[in-house]
Structure formats: C-alpha cells, structure tokens
C-alpha cells in the first residue's frame, strides 16, 4: 500500500509558480497495478519520482508498508566506467540482492554477450536500455513504478520483456504511466487520473482512461 498525505508539489522558475500536486490525499492499494493518466506536463513523472524517492515534495508525505521500485529502466545512476556487470552487482549490493543470481538472471536477460563486461560508455542506447531493464527486473519489489517504457529489441526480445514484466506483476502491483491506452486495459485494473494538481482515483482502469479522454477533448486548462 502506498499512501500520499497533503502532498504538493510546486515548482518556481523565472518567478512563475507551477503546481503538479495540490495537497493530494490518496491510497494505492496493494497488488494493484493503476494506470497514471493526465495531460503532458501534468506532473505524471514528478508524481512518481516523488513516490520512488528520488524527488522530495514541497510539503505532505508518501507512506508505504512495502518496497517501491525505482522507475523501471532508469539507467541514470549507472557508472558509466563500471562494466554491465559491475553495474548489476552494485544494484544487487545496495538492494540485499544475492550478487552471482542478480549477474546471471541480467546476463541471460539482456543478452548482451561479451559486451556485458565492457564500460557503459561502449553501450548503444539499445544495449543500456536492455541492461536497466534486466537490472529493474532482476529485483523484486511490492509496487513498479513504470514511466513510459517499451521494450528494445526485436519481436522475441520484446516478448521475453513483456513475459517477465508480467511475472512480476503476478505478485505485485504498480503505477504505470504510458500514452497507450490498449496497453494500460492490458496491464492495470485500476486507474488514477492528475489533473489540475488534483488525483482523481477509480477502481476500473476503463472509468479513468474516459475521464482522461474527455479532459484531453476539452482541451488545454489554464
């Protein structure tokens, strides 16, 4: 479970105020996975790096009695000296995850042959993006928070990605925010919709995805 209490969030830039997060009050009920819907610039992304941790908000707090992923397929705090595999074991450290498990379940993932022992900085963008998410993957967590991510690779790739991100929302749930609505119906059951700083949450991802339709309709607000 995953409980915001008076959460704001404001931004200031050049003396001009913007608010993602008008005091929301809101729960995440646990195994559910909930569809992050609003407009672009919304605060989607502020919203869950607030969650995840890497963001503080201006006031309110973010409570949970279980563990929250980092947003999946960030690959921003990789070394990019370190090779994949250093990287992998580093992650694995600093979550409490057995090292030699972690390298082998990412090596076999990612299939990146030799180059999964080379610096980061030889990578392609396709090769890091394979890493970040065999790596986001390698970990269990009770909530994955999901911005915008589509698997790399070739249609086998692609479906081993989608194969393994589903196993793992078997046992857990997550907060997705995606532009396409047919992959939303197939992953989340419920949904939240942001809108003018406000969190609206529904139970049938169907009710949010309407919602945000007829938002996006009416066009731009203020």
């Known amino acids: 479970m995953i409980?915001?209490?008076?959460?704001?969030?404001?931004?200031?830039?050049?003396?001009?105020?913007?608010?993602?997060?008008?005091?929301?009050?809101?729960?995440?009920?646990?195994?559910?996975?909930?569809?992050?819907?609003?407009?672009?610039?919304?605060?989607?992304s502020s919203l869950l790096r607030m969650?995840?941790?890497?963001?503080?908000?201006?006031?309110?707090?973010?409570?949970?009695?279980?563990?929250?992923?980092?947003?999946?397929?960030?690959a921003g705090s990789f070394n990019q000296e370190l090779s994949g595999e250093q990287n992998c074991r580093f992650v694995a450290r600093v979550y409490g995850v057995d090292t030699d498990e972690m390298r082998d379940f990412v090596e076999d993932f990612a299939e990146l042959g030799d180059h999964f022992y080379l610096p980061l900085r030889s990578y392609s963008a396709g090769m890091r993006s394979r890493l970040s998410f065999g790596i986001s993957m390698a970990v269990r967590f009770d909530t994955y928070l999901v911005d915008e991510v589509s698997a790399v690779g070739d249609a086998a790739f692609k479906e081993k990605?989608?194969?393994?991100?589903?196993?793992?929302?078997?046992?857990?749930?997550?907060?997705?925010?995606?532009?396409?609505?047919?992959?939303?119906?197939?992953?989340?059951?419920?949904?939240?919709?942001?809108?003018?700083?406000?969190?609206?949450?529904?139970?049938?991802?169907?009710?949010?995805?309407?919602?945000?339709?007829?938002?996006?309709?009416?066009g731009p607000t203020g």
């Open 161 to 218: 990605s989608n194969r393994v991100f589903n196993n793992r929302l078997a046992n857990a749930g997550a907060l997705v925010v995606s532009h396409s609505m047919p992959m939303l119906r197939e992953t989340c059951q419920a949904g939240a919709v942001l809108e003018n700083g406000r969190l609206s949450y529904y139970h049938d991802v169907s009710d949010a995805i309407q919602v945000h339709l007829e938002n996006m309709q009416r």
């Open 3 to 44: 409980r915001l209490q008076n959460l704001t969030k404001m931004y200031t830039l050049n003396g001009r105020h913007k608010l993602v997060a008008d005091d929301i009050t809101a729960v995440f009920p646990t195994g559910v996975s909930v569809a992050l819907l609003g407009r672009n610039g919304a605060g989607k």
């Open 51 to 74: 969650i995840s941790g890497a963001m503080l908000p201006t006031s309110g707090r973010i409570l949970s009695n279980g563990t929250i992923s980092w947003p999946v397929g960030f």
